[in-house]
């Protein structure tokens, strides 16, 4: 069973546009990970949500979990071509005595001149 | 420069030999974790383990085994029972895999990718 749904699943826009990804678990979000990855190479941790209703930002990427933390949204403003590449979403979910961090299935995002 | 090293960056076995991959962390991290990555399938993860000595299944363990005999060191075998091993693997760690790792990200290695045939 996927504990994380992300969609969508591959994203094409033109240069300069915005852009929205989605995050979405059917359980209470205690931590909530944004990632991105490159083809072929490891990840690169983007934002950490914790708090319901919380936002962050790093120059032109925005994200929020929202106040039931259950959902998160990534969203990428005046995209361009270094912002390509695949883009995770993971979260902490207890199993007994310890924590998991799973992972959705990512979205596949290009962007073209 | 503290961080994670995975090697080799490609391994290449004949199906039916067992084959270790090597996860090291110089980041004093109590946690760590291996995550194999398929096409369209993101992350699943594999094993981790929270504190030397011990080591939890993750989703998909079949076919695999771990170790945790050192902090800095987390070595994953992908056996001869591992029906499609051909695959790329993560490593990662962070700080404490306790209910303390909410505040905690994961920092991952640069991945080996494994092809048997």
């Known amino acids: 069973s996927q504990e994380l749904e992300q969609s969508p699943q591959s994203l094409i826009v033109q240069e300069g546009k915005n852009l929205t990804i989605n995050c979405t678990s059917s359980k209470t979000l205690y931590g909530l990970y944004w990632y991105k990855q490159k083809y072929g190479e490891g990840l690169i941790f983007l934002m950490m949500?914790?708090?319901?209703?919380e936002e962050k930002s790093h120059e032109k990427i925005t994200a929020k979990l929202d106040e039931k933390k259950q959902q998160s949204s990534l969203h990428i403003t005046a995209s361009q071509p270094s912002h390509a590449g695949i883009y995770l979403c993971g979260a902490d979910f207890r199993s007994g005595n310890t924590d998991k961090l799973i992972f959705g299935t990512g979205t596949r995002l290009q962007v073209f001149p | 420069d503290g961080g994670i090293t995975q090697s080799p960056k490609y391994l290449f076995r004949k199906e039916g030999q067992n084959v270790t991959l090597s996860c090291e962390q110089n980041l004093n991290h109590d946690a760590m974790y291996w995550y194999r990555q398929d096409p369209g399938q993101g992350l699943r993860l594999i094993y981790y383990s929270q504190i030397v000595n011990d080591f939890q299944k993750g989703d998909i363990a079949e076919g695999y085994s771990v170790s945790r005999e050192k902090k800095e060191s987390f070595p994953l075998t992908v056996t001869s029972a591992q029906k499609n091993p051909t695959a790329f693997y993560l490593c990662?760690?962070?700080?404490?895999?306790?209910?303390?790792?909410?505040?905690?990200?994961?920092?991952f290695g640069n991945g080996t990718r494994l092809t048997v045939t």
């Open positions: 949500l914790q708090k319901g209703g």
């Open positions: 990662a760690s962070r700080r404490d895999g306790g209910s303390s790792s909410y505040n905690s990200p994961l920092h």
